[in-house]
């Protein structure tokens, strides 16, 4: 059964950092591009950014670029976001995703989401 769970949110000032970590199991996400995505009170689901494969180009939201970074560990089978000069406006359910081959089809999966909330 394939499965992505999130963790590493919680509460930070801003200016504050933090690590998200997406884990997925019953699936190899060394093979797949993976994405970030947030959803924020009343606000549409948007993509944080993506790491490709092979090659493991990056891509980000204007709204993070120079603060967020998008990695991956192979061995741990783990997708990280760091998240750097965290703004009140990055306070959101952040979202891992992947679009895995199932049986022969793709297939779209969603972690479960973790809250990460900026305030002072």
């Known amino acids: 059964q394939v499965q992505l769970a999130e963790s590493g949110g919680g509460l930070v000032q801003p200016g504050g950092s933090l690590r998200l970590s997406c884990t997925a199991s019953?699936?190899?996400?060394?093979?797949?591009?993976m994405s970030w995505y947030r959803q924020a009170p009343g606000k549409e689901r948007e993509l944080v950014a993506d790491i490709a494969t092979p090659g493991g180009s990056t891509n980000y939201a204007d709204s993070v670029k120079g603060r967020f970074t998008i990695s991956r560990d192979n061995v741990k089978n783990t997708v990280y976001l760091q998240m750097n000069s965290l703004k009140p406006e990055d306070t959101a359910v952040y979202y891992c995703?992947?679009?895995?081959?199932?049986?022969?089809?793709?297939?779209?999966?969603w972690g479960q989401g973790t809250q990460v909330t900026v305030s002072s």
């Open positions: 019953g699936i190899f996400v060394g093979t797949y591009s």
């Open positions: 995703n992947g679009l895995f081959q199932i049986s022969g089809a793709p297939r779209w999966f």
